[in-house]
C-alpha cells in the first residue's frame, strides 16, 4: 500500500518483470467505483515506469495499471496482467500530524463579550512564524452559529491570534460553545491545519 497526503505528489510505479523499456503503461485511479483520474506513465530505467500523481482530497484510492503497445493507449499489451496498487491519502503529511490548533476561551461577563485566542502547536510548541490566514466559525450548540470573525484575525504576538466577539446574545446559565479554526503554515509544505474546541461558559447575570 502507497501512503500519502493530499496535496502532496505521490509516486505511483510500475515495474515490468522482464525490464521492457518500449511500452507504454497507464494508470487509473479510482474510489470505489468512481474513476478519479488517468495518467500515463514515464520510463525511469530497466522496466521501472513512474508517474506522479496529487491528490485533492483524503481517502483510499484503487489504482489500476494497463500495459499498452503503442502511445496512443489503443493495444493493451496481452504480456502483462494488470496490476493494482491501494493509496492511503491522509489530510495530512505524516510528519505533520503533531501540528494542532489550539484555543483558549474566556467570557467578559461586564461586557459580553468572548475573546478567543487560537495558535498552531507543533511537536508540543508553539509555531511562531510562518503562520498566517486564521479563520474561525464559533457555534452556540443549542442556536447554532453565533458569530463569524473577521477572516484575518488580530495578531497578538508571534503566531498567536485573536477573536473577540462581542455581544453574542447568549442566554444566562450555563451553554456550550464551540468553534471550528483554521491557521495556514506557509512550510514547507504549505499546510492549512484545523481544529474543534469547546467550552461551556456559565452566566449568571
Not at 488517468?38 to 495499471?65: D, M, R, S
Not at 511537536?123 to 512564524?129: E, H, P
Not at 504549505?190 to 474543534?196: D, H, S
Request: include cysteine.
Amino acid at each position: 500500500m502507497i501512503t500519502g497526503s493530499v496535496g502532496d505528489s505521490v509516486p505511483l510505479v510500475l515495474v515490468l518483470w522482464d525490464g521492457a523499456t518500449g511500452l507504454f503503461p497507464r494508470a487509473r485511479v479510482y474510489s470505489g467505483i468512481t474513476l478519479v483520474t488517468t495518467l500515463p506513465l514515464t520510463h525511469v530505467a530497466e522496466g521501472y515506469y513512474q508517474v506522479n500523481w496529487t491528490p485533492v482530497v483524503a481517502g483510499k484510492f484503487v489504482v489500476v495499471y494497463t500495459v499498452y503497445s503503442d502511445a496512443g493507449f489503443t493495444a493493451p499489451s496481452s504480456f502483462y496482467e494488470k496490476a493494482q496498487d491501494l493509496v492511503k491519502v491522509n489530510e495530512f503529511a505524516d510528519s505533520e500530524e503533531a501540528g494542532k490548533v489550539m484555543q483558549s476561551f474566556t467570557f467578559d461577563v461586564s461586557t459580553d463579550t468572548i475573546v478567543i485566542n487560537m495558535w498552531l502547536e507543533k511537536d508540543n510548541a508553539l509555531v511562531s512564524s510562518g503562520v498566517s490566514n486564521a479563520t474561525l466559525m464559533v457555534f452556540d450548540s443549542a442556536a447554532g452559529p453565533i458569530s463569524m470573525p473577521p477572516t484575518q484575525a488580530l495578531s497578538v504576538g508571534q503566531g498567536v491570534f485573536r477573536f473577540v466577539i462581542p455581544n453574542p446574545g447568549l442566554p444566562l446559565g450555563e451553554f456550550a460553545t464551540f468553534s471550528v479554526g483554521t491557521i495556514q503554515h506557509i512550510g514547507p509544505p504549505a499546510r492549512t491545519y484545523k481544529g474543534i474546541c469547546g467550552v461551556t461558559f456559565s452566566r449568571t447575570a
